[in-house]
């Protein structure tokens, strides 16, 4: 059976099946060092996107830069996108990634042109990577303790 999820970050909470222990990092790295011509890599991702996979049902996420320095992200309950289910800000403070912007949970540890890494602070072991793959395709990758999954984000469209 799957799981409904509201959201990606969610999703990397969750537990699945237990990998070998080699595959699993050990404690979060420092955060990666960010400049605002950086944090604007990810404009790839505004849009309006259909997750699967990841033994999960089918999810619904929209992103939008806000301004140089915060991503807000939009979690929908379906496909008709009419109800916001969750949501959260992603920022540049400092020179630093975080997310949520306030009393983060999440920072970057590592970037390149076509992916993001995203540890958690105060749980090692979890963490997500978002990877574009094509202009209408990227995949996240979510790590913890317990597993990895992989789910592939394509572009929904949206009135």
Same mark, same amino acid.
């Given at each position: 059976m799957t799981r409904r999820l509201p959201s990606l970050l969610l999703a990397a909470r969750q537990t699945p099946a237990r990998p070998p222990a080699a595959a699993v990092q050990d404690a979060a790295?420092? #955060? #990666?060092?960010? /400049?605002?011509?950086d944090f604007a /890599? @990810?404009? +790839?991702?505004?849009?309006? +996107?259909?997750?699967?996979?990841? #033994?999960?049902? #089918? @999810? @619904?996420?929209?992103?939008?830069?806000?301004?140089?320095?915060?991503?807000?992200?939009?979690? @929908?309950s379906d496909s008709t996108l009419a109800a916001i289910s969750d949501g959260t800000r992603?920022?540049? /403070?400092?020179?630093?990634?975080?997310?949520?912007?306030?009393?983060?949970? +999440?920072?970057?540890t590592a970037f390149d042109s076509t992916s993001w890494r995203?540890?958690?602070?105060?749980?090692?072991?979890?963490?997500?990577?978002? /990877?574009?793959?094509?202009p209408t395709t990227w995949t996240a990758h979510?790590?913890?303790?317990?597993?990895a999954r992989t789910c592939t984000l394509t572009r929904f469209p949206h009135p």
């Open positions: 790295r420092p #955060a #990666a060092a960010v /400049r605002a011509e /890599r @990810f404009r +790839w991702i505004e849009g309006t +996107w259909r997750g699967t996979g990841g #033994a999960i049902d #089918a @999810f @619904f996420e929209h992103y939008s830069l806000l301004d140089d320095s915060t991503l807000v992200r939009h979690t @929908f992603i920022g540049l /403070r400092g020179g630093r990634v975080l997310d949520p912007t306030e009393d983060p949970d +999440w920072q970057v995203f540890e958690h602070l105060r749980d090692p072991g979890r963490a997500f990577t978002w /990877r574009r793959e094509t979510l790590e913890s303790p317990q597993g």
